[in-house]
T-cell receptor, first 116, second 113 residues
Framework: AQKITQTQPGMFVQEKEAVTLDCTYD???????LFWYKQPSSGEMIFLIYQGSYDQQNATEGRYSLNFQKARKSANLVISASQLGDSAMYFCAMRGTNTNAGKSTFGDGTTLTVKP | EAQVTQNPRYLITVTGKKLTVTCSQN?????MSWYRQDPGLGLRQIYY???????DKGDVPEGYKVSRKEKRNFPLILESPSPNQTSLYFC????????????FGPGTRLTVT
């Protein structure tokens, strides 16, 4: 089985500041993929960033970076220079291999509010 | 335009009346999956398909059926809907393998009374 835990139901950040959204995971797979998705109030799901379990470097995509600490089983999303448009729900997710091939597990999400 | 489409977008129905939510993708993706989203519970996987004629249960399959007769289509069937299946449903697709992001449909808001 695989599990994703997001412990922050809601977060606030001031515009232009950086914010870290926490994600811890658990899996028995030797290799796996970790993802972050954004869901604005309009409801669509938007892919942000991917980290493979064997990747040596932390993933970055523009203002998004993933702080991957494999030993601690954490995959935190860092958003730099927050913008008002970053206000949304953010989901951490995992895809597995072996017995979990095809399984896709999401956390409960963190609602981020960016204050002007 | 690469996309995942779902129909209908909104549906209000009554307990026990069979319904189908269609999902179609135009990206030739091998993998497709259905999720339900409930407040405070994130997205929970209902069923997934690794390829044509290959489907498997996710975490919450009870009360749902799926089929994958063609690569592009992955319908979700509720044979006897109940009020606890009131939810927001998402279909998603991706290339095969753990390293590929999923492309999501716009969602179907289902209410069962």
């Amino acid at each position: 089985a695989q599990k994703i835990t997001q412990t922050q139901p809601g977060m606030f950040v001031q515009e232009k500041e950086a914010v870290t959204l926490d994600c811890t995971y658990d899996t028995s797979d030797p290799s796996y993929g970790l993802f972050w998705y954004k869901q604005p109030s309009s409801g669509e799901m938007i892919f942000l960033i991917y980290q493979g379990s064997y990747d040596q470097q932390n993933a970055t995509e523009g203002r998004y970076s993933l702080n991957f600490q494999k030993a601690r089983k954490s995959a935190n999303l860092v958003i730099s220079a927050s913008q008002l448009g970053d206000s949304a729900m953010y989901f951490c997710a995992m895809r597995g291999t072996n017995t979990n091939a095809g399984k896709s597990t999401f956390g409960d999400g963190t609602t981020l509010t960016v204050k002007p | 335009e690469a996309q995942v489409t779902q129909n209908p977008r909104y549906l209000i129905t009554v307990t026990g009346k069979k319904l189908t939510v269609t999902c179609s993708q135009n990206m030739n993706h091998e993998y497709m999956s259905w999720y339900r989203q409930d407040p405070g519970l994130g997205l929970r996987q209902i069923y997934y398909s690794m390829n044509v004629e290959v489907t498997d249960k996710g975490d919450v399959p009870e009360g749902y059926k799926v089929s994958r007769k063609e690569k592009r289509n992955f319908p979700l069937i509720l044979e006897s809907p109940s009020p606890n299946q009131t939810s927001l449903y998402f279909c998603a697709s991706s290339r095969g393998g753990m390293s590929y992001e999923q492309y999501f449909g716009p969602g179907t808001r289902l209410t069962v009374t």
